[in-house]
């Protein structure tokens, strides 16, 4: 069994930053990529960003240029760090892991972190 646990995020004004963390722990496993998810209340949950083990990612045409995961191996923790942050980034944002635990494959969200973006 993994649990994640998410932190960094809270209240910044416009052109801010903020870096999530999604810790994962357990034993005997690895993480293959990372999902970050964000909802806007009263909206659908959209992706964000996407990394694979290897260090690919992905952007949503929206962060793009602004936003950027990673992950440390050696932690089993991920990060989106998020620069020049607008009102619209304004989300509880969700990291979705997926992992190999001894050659079976799982994946787990985060509790989710709320960021608002406001003057």
């Known amino acids: 069994q993994v649990q994640l646990v998410e932190s960094g995020g809270g209240l910044v004004q416009p052109g801010g930053s903020l870096r999530l963390s999604c810790a994962a722990s357990?034993?005997?496993?690895?993480?293959?990529?990372v999902d970050w998810f964000r909802q806007a209340p009263g909206k659908q949950r959209d992706l964000v960003a996407t990394?694979?083990?290897?260090?690919?990612?992905n952007y949503a045409d929206s962060v793009k240029g602004r936003f950027t995961s990673s992950i440390d191996n050696a932690k089993n923790t991920m990060y989106l760090q998020m620069n020049a942050l607008k009102p619209e980034d304004t989300a509880v944002y969700y990291c979705?892991?997926?992992?190999?635990?001894?050659?079976?494959?799982?994946?787990?969200w985060g509790q989710g972190i709320p960021v608002a973006v406001s003057s």
């Open positions: 979705y892991v997926e992992v190999d635990a001894w050659g079976v494959i799982d994946d787990y």
């Open positions: 357990g034993s005997g496993f690895s993480i293959n990529g």
């Open positions: 990394i694979t083990s290897r260090g690919v990612t």
